[in-house]
């Protein structure tokens, strides 16, 4: 995850949309936001540890480092000069001097609110190899002289868990560089949650998991095939396909209760595929309540009002809203042979292919920002052979973030704007990754059984 | 398990070689290979010896036309082991249904650097399929040994119309559907609409749901009665094989029947 998430919104549709489709000799933009008031100082340790995580330090601190000064949330003091002295965890630091000569200084919180420093907040922790997993303990705590007590002075102070080595280092300081940066408006991607279809129980469940790869929960166990899961943005519901009686039918879940919601399915060989109106109060999907090939329907959360939206004799699946905007769905249609990716109007008219009709592209995946659309296409491979790309709708432009990695599927946008879960098949077996938006950084999350459909969404169960 | 050695049985009926393959032929960057799933897993060290073929059977040796054949073999020392007539490389010691419409010849092919190359042959014999089974002794017979007896239709990549070699499969499931239904009144008939791994597998639902409705659609023309039979789709969610060949993906790409729910 090496895009920088303190720039994340902006930043990131301003490096797709002009730099990126012809970005690979090219500096990328930078942008400075000046004049927007008092910036906070902030001053961030180097992070220490001992034995197998020591190595690693070093590239922890400097990732950090450059995640917070790569940011204009703000202003990170040089590490000159600080003192020599400085706390690693939360016992070390010592309750503010009265009065006298000033000693141990460093481990005091005014000790960094004074001049040269002159921060407002200060960042400390340390790393540690517990049988093999790096865990670092990263702190933050405001250096007012104001702060009644040093447990009130805490913003925050927690572990971060990961692998230990590059990749799984290098995500733990972007996460705790983001929880930094959150405390300052930067969008940060902790609480966010990936759901998933895990086959891991021998049956294909509905799962989810943190972000990182942590806290992998079975949501659904029906023993059939459950899958196609999607998340209404209010983050209540949760809608899936699931063969639960013999044949592909819509399956709405509380995800406050984990219990199942009142749904419709129309009489059809299928109902499937649904994804939710931005206000989460209608649906939208594919059926063949028509009697011929499945087409896409809108109706009610429950299933009730029934409208049809599209109108050919061919294979219509996939329908996913614009999530700014929700005035247009992307789809997935082989009106002109092989799949390919359209979108159209809310109500069903203005009708365009997105995909240019070259192999097969399936998969679209609105970003938050409505403007990008993620999608899987073969491009100049064999049927199956699918890779990631990214297109900015309104210039066409189109960037491939996967190739020479297996078959790569499912696309799905971080809250953030900044990062993409994508299900890759590199084996037998095929797992969940995430990405930045421009591809660097790809991590695997899953290694139980084969793992894909992932969808990356605002804290759910 | 029988291993008898086969001869070339009456070389009749043949026409249609078992040239399945419809997809394009993959040519550059495989997804990667799938291990077989149904061998043994002992470990195989690097050949020492010769290679050599334990055995290389085909059961039944005698099937009627697009009925299962199963192949089965055990090689050693061999670093790549193929049969031909579009089953391809495949582990050393495996096997795998085949679907042959006429008499064939299978010849599997061990190689390795221990020794010269080593060739075995089985060969399965297509009778003509008999008259359609008149219903007479049907009524001793369970419905799932009938519903058996239904044979799989196949598809093109991405088609949904029954393929005019699959005439002769049609007519006899019209003829056994209807001796089912004659002889079980109550019974309905499920119409499974399948594909190959390629497709999405969001479009593979509706691929496959139109593979079943053609089918359903081709059996009602034929004088089935239709609201016997349902249909569903399984998209790529119930592979029968799952290797990264185009035989492979063939006979995923089918509508086969189960009894209704």
Not at chain 1, 168 to 188: C, E, M, N, P
């Amino acid at each position: 995850m090496k895009l920088r998430q303190s720039l994340s919104l902006v930043l990131t549709a301003v490096t797709l949309a002009l730099g990126a489709p012809f970005a690979s000799g090219q500096q990328q933009p930078t942008i400075r936001i000046e004049g927007s008031g008092q910036v906070s100082n902030i001053a961030v340790t180097d992070f220490r540890a001992s034995g197998a995580a020591q190595p690693f330090m070093a590239s922890f601190n400097a990732t950090v480092l450059a995640d917070l000064q790569g940011s204009p949330l703000v202003k990170v003091i040089p590490k000159t000069l600080y003192p020599l002295q400085f706390p690693q965890t939360a016992t070390d630091l010592l309750p503010a001097q009265a009065s006298g000569p000033r000693t141990q200084v460093g481990l005091h919180l005014t000790d960094w609110n004074l001049p040269p420093i002159n921060a407002n907040y200060l960042g400390f922790g340390y790393g540690v190899d517990q049988n093999g997993q790096f865990i670092v303990f990263g702190y933050f705590y405001n250096t007012s002289p104001g702060m009644p007590s040093i447990q009130q002075a805490q913003v925050f102070g927690k572990p971060y868990t990961a692998t230990l080595d590059e990749a799984g280092v290098t995500r733990v300081a972007h996460q705790y560089a983001a929880d930094i940066l959150a405390q300052f408006g930067g969008k940060s991607l902790v609480g966010t949650r990936i759901v998933f279809v895990s086959d891991r129980t021998g049956n294909k469940e509905i799962w989810s998991m943190n972000y990182d790869g942590t806290d992998q929960r079975q949501l659904t166990h029906y023993n059939t095939i459950s899958t196609f899961p999607s998340v209404s943005p209010d983050g209540k519901k949760l809608a899936f396909t699931s063969w639960l009686r013999g044949r592909p039918e819509i399956v709405l879940f509380s995800l406050d209760t984990l219990r199942r919601l009142p749904f419709y399915n129309q009489q059809a060989s299928m109902n499937a595929f649904v994804d939710f109106t931005p206000d989460s109060k209608r649906v939208i999907f594919s059926s063949t309540a028509n009697g011929g090939a499945a087409q896409l329907f809108t109706a009610n959360v429950d299933g009730s009002d029934l409208h049809r939206l599209s109108s050919s004799n061919t294979i219509e699946v996939e329908p996913k809203i614009n999530p700014k905007t929700g005035a247009e769905i992307a789809f997935v249609s082989g009106r002109t042979g092989l799949p390919q990716v359209y979108r159209m109007s809310i109500e069903g008219a203005d009708l365009q292919r997105l995909s240019n009709g070259e192999g097969e592209a399936t998969n679209p995946a609105w970003a938050p920002d409505g403007l990008h659309l993620a999608f899987a296409w073969t491009k100049g491979f064999e049927p199956g052979n699918y890779n990631i790309f990214v297109m900015d709708v309104p210039t066409r432009n189109i960037v491939q973030l996967t190739s020479n990695e297996g078959r790569n599927e499912n696309p799905s946008w971080a809250p953030d704007n900044a990062h993409i879960a994508y299900a890759s098949k590199r084996g037998a077996k095929s797992q969940i990754w995430v990405m930045g938006a421009d591809g660097r950084g790809k991590q695997q999350l899953t290694n139980q059984g084969s793992n894909e459909k992932p969808v990356w969404v605002q804290a759910v169960q | 398990m029988t291993k008898r050695t086969l001869s070339i049985g009456l070389a009749a009926a043949a026409i249609f070689a078992l040239t399945i393959g419809c997809g394009p032929k993959k040519t550059k960057t495989p997804p990667p290979q799938t291990p077989m799933t149904n061998t043994a897993p002992p470990s195989q060290p690097p050949p020492e010896g010769a290679p050599a073929i334990a055995f290389f059977t085909a059961e039944p040796t005698t099937i009627e036309k697009s009925q299962p054949s199963q192949l089965r073999w055990s090689v050693t020392n061999a670093t790549n082991v193929q049969i031909d007539h579009g089953v391809g490389e495949v582990s050393p010691n495996g096997r795998r249904a085949v679907y042959p419409t006429a008499t064939t010849t299978y010849t599997l092919t061990a190689s390795g650097p221990g020794g010269p190359t080593q060739i075995a042959s089985a060969t399965v014999t297509v009778a003509t399929p008999p008259p359609p089974p008149g219903p007479p002794p049907t009524s001793t017979r369970t419905v799932s040994e009938l519903v058996a007896q239904l044979q799989d239709l196949h598809f093109d990549y991405d088609k949904s119309d029954v393929r005019p070699e699959d005439q002769a499969v049609l007519t006899a499931d019209v003829a056994a559907l209807k001796t089912i239904f004659a002889n079980f009144p109550n019974v309905t008939i499920t119409v499974e609409g399948h594909c190959d791994e390629r497709g999405s597998a969001e479009y593979n639902i509706g691929l496959g749901d139109r593979r079943a409705s053609a089918t359903k659609d081709a059996l009602v023309a034929l004088g089935v009665s239709g609201d016997k039979l349902k249909t569903v789709s399984f998209g790529k969610e119930r592979p029968i094989c799952t290797d990264a060949t185009e035989s492979c993906y063939q006979q995923n790409r089918r509508a086969h029947f189960s009894a209704g729910q």
